[in-house]
């Protein structure tokens, strides 16, 4: 799964830019006005593949020129197999499973307290499905956003 999952997403992103070239974009406002539209497949086709050559010009210039310069010293340490580093924790987007496993004593609840979280992740966006799908018109789409931006990226 770890090795073919990130080749379906990009069949699945090929697939999505494939269909956004030939069908467009939708309007959310619903206010169809046609006169200021740009052709998508010259325009913002070369741009786009534009801007994936520059991205991997960046990405190519550490990977071949400067390969250990975003690396970790610890790295080059012999690894003992007796003895795990205390460094070591879960990445940021693990901590809040984690901690649901290490908070209930029996291996077989926090399992199923586990799937139990994926499962809510999975229906939130069934349970929050509304009319109004422009954020422009819901009063409290913006403090919230803020709220998530400082909360995760100034406090965290």
Not at 41 to 51: G, V
Request: hydrophobic content about 55%.
């Amino acid at each position: 799964m770890h090795f073919t999952l990130p080749f379906i997403i990009l069949a699945v992103v090929i697939v999505h830019i494939l269909l956004l070239h030939e069908f467009g974009s939708n309007n959310p406002l619903g206010v169809d006005f046609y006169p200021d539209i740009a052709n998508f497949t010259p325009y913002y086709t070369i741009k786009d593949l534009l801007s994936v050559i520059y991205f991997f010009m960046f990405f190519g210039f550490f990977v071949y020129f400067m390969p250990n310069l975003l690396g970790h010293p610890d790295n080059y340490i012999p690894a003992n197999p007796l003895v795990t580093p205390t460094h070591i924790v879960p990445e940021w987007y693990f901590l809040p499973f984690y901690a649901i496993l290490r908070s209930i004593p029996s291996k077989l609840g926090g399992v199923v307290a586990l799937l139990g979280a994926i499962a809510l992740l999975a229906f939130v966006p069934v349970l929050l499905e509304t009319e109004i799908r422009n954020v422009r018109y819901r009063v409290m789409s913006r403090p919230l956003f803020y709220l998530f931006v400082v909360l995760c990226f100034v406090l965290g």
